[in-house]
């Protein structure tokens, strides 16, 4: 396991989120809930500190990390795109959208572009499928998108 | 007057909140904002054309309103009394505007049970689920009824689980209240992963007090104190709704201690699940609210015996629960009157896919596929060829041409190779490839596999890639029985409802569109056009113009040409993008 190279602050930081759900191991999902809302993802260093904190083995942590898709062990980008690949968007060409954004913006999914601006990466019904296909910019909802469309949209936020 | 606006997630994401605050600020402009209300609700179903406004008391409903129409509908609608006709719905057929919902083709054959709030109330406002006998099934039982007259009441109105596996409720909660132990537990599971349903969402975005009455219910018919929702992290709005709803029955004495007076003390806590499919199987639900990795378990012990914390825990889903306070006051003769012999009520399906009106539908049980899709759903996208339906997302498969006319419940959904599951249903046209849909739905169940065990871990990547192979034109007939065979395999061998159900949709689709399969690896061909390794894009010499449109379209310089001359494509370089098709007017590029 890496070394904890983490900041005073952010270790504190941890510690109280632990605390507040009285550092019992039975809350480790919802302490990495907190935690990821709080840094925004999960490296190794964040993890030791909460099984620390939990009194669970790292591994347990690691275990939970890796097997719910929602927690992520590297950054996002500072505008993450998500497309959504649930059935209904998939029958009306969400493929076709994701194949533009991988093009236009030269990463796979999962990746961060190297200026670190945008993230790609997949997800399953945001409930808007009467919108299909949709794609989320952070927080903001993009419907009936077209790989035509895809360009103006990343245009919004490059300048 | 009430201006009721859709707050649900669809029309939100197209500024229904903006139009909500300019109706608002249009009302004080003219001296009405005490006379008339402006309601943010849940979800009309009707979300193909949200953002919906819909007017009260004279049933008005407008489609696809934009933030800047508000000052119009509050100066022609509210002041004047006149219609804002361009914001009414247009019937497809007769090309007439209809005003009122009650009219229209999507509501018509519709029955709104578990979806009975929605739409209607603020569900913001407890006084108005209350205004709509909201909690009164409560003060029923707690007042007047016995745990076990519940718990009859239920069995009588023949109430089966919608979160996909169709268990009769009354008998479950029986289970639960016959299992003594000192603490029992009540489960709403709202961790809704089917890929493209979002009714649980809808219901408990559009009315959460109807989830927090039931499961309260549930508590006293079969000794529980403590509910838990399990709700998906990716649901941000429900769960708001559903804290300011916690608080609110709090305040008004409808949970926490001797509720009513009645002596009786119910609590209900959230707990968030974190993106796997998995957990919304009740056995790996309840290690995941524990705080570990959600894996399922065998069965027995059943979570009646043996659940959360290794207590009896009862549970049910989203709609399931949404159903119990109106079976409690109108009573199980009411409910058991809709619906078929064995499957009792109705279901809500997420209607999704080729269809002109996409949104969230609820139908009595008994109901023909014919009547959902052409009637309710208006029919296909672009007068297009109906093609299939797919039901119960990656466990369920297909319905086709031949199934349109059998009624839709648990039974027959099953014995025609498909399953209800919780009420995905896409619809698919001909350019959709089903060997492409088949391989869809596998890489789903291989990333969500937990890898407990083997033949689901190992079984369903092998499907997998037998499908990658004759998508990429590589297949072989042999592959086709290797595919039947290692799924029955795989339904056999799993230990839990993922594996078991996950070969469904290639088994179905193999059954229904055998041609299609063997089209793919004989003839090399796929008429959808959507497996890409199988297509080429050529351009018709005699239908091309030369207007140079694709050319200047083409990602990678793939087609060249002189102005006002015949085009071509170098398939070396074409990445079978589509995008010279979409851009050609004169239909002069074509895939073959
Ligand atoms: C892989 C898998 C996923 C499931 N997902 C859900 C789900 O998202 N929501 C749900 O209510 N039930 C789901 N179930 C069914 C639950 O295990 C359980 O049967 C159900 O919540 C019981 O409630 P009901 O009787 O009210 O339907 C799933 C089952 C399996 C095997
Ligand atoms: S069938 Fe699949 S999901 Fe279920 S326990 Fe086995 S590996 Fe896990
Ligand atoms: S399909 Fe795409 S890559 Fe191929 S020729 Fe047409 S535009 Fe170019
Ligand atoms: S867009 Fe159509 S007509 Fe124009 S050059 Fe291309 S193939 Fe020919
Ligand atoms: S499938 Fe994409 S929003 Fe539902
Ligand atoms: S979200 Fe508005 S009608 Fe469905």
């Not at chain 1, 990466?121 to 499928?129: D, E, I, S, T």
């Not at chain 2, 109430?159 to 008998?171: A, I």
């Not at chain 2, 023909?368 to 296909?380: A, F, K, M, P, S």
Request: proline share 4%; charged share 25%; hydrophobic share 35%.
């Amino acid at each position: 396991m890496a070394k904890v190279k983490l900041a005073e602050s952010k270790i504190n930081k941890i510690k109280e989120i632990c605390t507040s759900f009285g550092n019992k191991p039975g809350e480790a999902i919802n302490v990495l809930h907190k935690v990821q809302g709080e840094f925004g993802y999960l490296p190794a260093e964040v993890q030791e500190v909460i099984a620390q904190e939990l009194n669970v083995s790292v591994a347990q942590i690691y275990g939970i990390v890796t097997f719910y898709s929602f927690f992520t062990m590297t950054p996002k980008g500072e505008f993450p795109i998500s497309v959504c690949m649930g059935t209904a968007c998939y029958v009306r060409g969400a493929e076709k959208v994701l194949d533009e954004f991988k093009r236009e913006l030269k990463i796979g999914v999962g990746e961060t572009t190297p200026d670190g601006k945008f993230s790609l990466n997949c997800l399953r019904c945001v409930g808007a499928c009467g919108l299909a296909p949709v794609v989320l910019i952070g927080e903001k909802v993009y419907g009936r998108l077209t790989p035509d469309g895809v360009k103006d949209i990343l245009n919004e936020y490059r300048s | 007057m009430h201006l009721l606006v859709c707050g649900g997630t669809g029309c939100n994401a197209s500024r229904s909140q903006e139009i909500a605050a300019n109706l608002k600020s249009s009302l004080k402009d003219n001296g009405l904002e005490n006379e008339v209300q402006v309601i943010l609700t849940g979800c009309f179903g009707f979300c193909e054309k949200g953002p919906i406004v819909k007017i009260m008391p004279d049933n008005t409903f407008y489609t696809e309103v934009k933030p800047e129409d508000a000052t119009e509908i509050i100066m022609e609608h509210v002041v004047k009394g006149r219609k804002v006709t361009r914001l009414l719905y247009t019937d497809p057929e007769n090309k007439q505007h209809v005003a009122d919902s009650k009219h229209m083709g999507f509501y018509k054959k519709q029955m709104r049970i578990a979806l009975r709030n929605c739409g209607y109330i603020d569900p913001q406002n407890i006084e108005e689920y209350i205004g709509a006998d909201g909690y009164a099934a409560l003060a029923k039982c707690l007042g007047e009824m016995t745990p076990e007259q519940v718990i009859n009441e239920i069995k009588l109105s023949g109430l089966r689980g919608r979160g996909g596996g169709g268990f009769p409720t009354g008998l479950k909660w029986e289970i639960a209240s016959k299992n003594h132990a000192d603490q029992k537990y009540v489960v709403c599971n709202a961790d809704e992963g089917d890929p493209g349903a979002f009714m649980d969402r809808s219901i408990l975005e559009g009315d959460p007090h109807s989830v927090l009455e039931a499961m309260t219910i549930n508590g006293y018919a079969i000794g529980a104190t403590i509910g838990v929702i399990y709700i998906r992290a990716e649901y941000p709005l429900a769960i708001n709704r559903l804290l300011v709803a916690i608080d609110q029955a709090h305040e008004y004495g409808l949970l926490g201690k001797d509720i009513l007076g009645s002596g009786f003390n119910f609590d209900i806590e959230l707990r968030y699940g974190a993106g796997a499919f998995v957990c919304g199987e009740e056995t790996a639900l309840i290690h995941s609210m524990e705080g570990l990795r959600g894996e399922p378990t065998f069965k027995p012990p059943f979570p009646a015996q043996s659940g959360y914390n290794k207590k009896p825990t009862n549970v049910n889903n989203v709609e399931t629960y949404a159903n119990i306070p109106i079976i409690i006051t109108k009573g199980a003769d009411w409910f058991n009157k809709i619906g078929t012999e064995k499957s009792k009520g109705t279901k809500v399906f997420a209607l999704a896919g080729q269809i002109n009106n996409v949104g969230l539908i609820e139908v009595p049980m008994g109901i023909t596929l014919r009547e959902v899709v052409y009637e309710i759903g208006g029919g296909i996208k672009g007068g297009k060829e109906f093609k299939a339906v797919q039901t119960g997302g990656p466990s369920g498969g297909c319905l086709t041409t031949k199934h349109l006319d059998t009624p839709i419940d648990y039974d027959n959904l099953l014995a025609s190779g498909s399953m209800m599951g919780s009420g995905g249903m896409v619809v698919m046209d001909e350019t959709s490839c089903m060997v492409a849909i088949a391989k869809f739905y596998l890489e789903f169940t291989v990333e969500e596999s937990c890898g407990k065990c083997s033949p689901c871990r190992i079984g369903n990547k092998r499907l997998h890639e037998i499908l990658e192979k004759i998508t990429k034109g590589n297949g072989t007939m042999e592959d086709l029985d290797n595919l039947r065979n290692l799924g029955r395999v795989i339904k056999d061998a799993s230990l839990c409802g993922l594996g078991q159900t996950s070969p469904n949709p290639v088994l179905s689709t193999i059954e229904n569109f055998y041609d299609e399969y063997v089209e793919h690896i004989k003839d090399k061909k796929c008429r959808a056009g959507v497996c890409k390794s199988l297509m080429q894009y050529v351009i018709d010499q005699e239908q091309c113009v030369g207007c140079t449109a694709c050319a200047r379209n083409c990602p990678v310089n793939a087609i060249s040409g002189e102005k006002k001359m015949p085009h071509f494509i170098n398939t070396e370089l074409c990445i079978k993008c589509g995008a010279c098709i979409e851009k050609c007017k004169f239909n002069a590029i074509s895939i073959c």
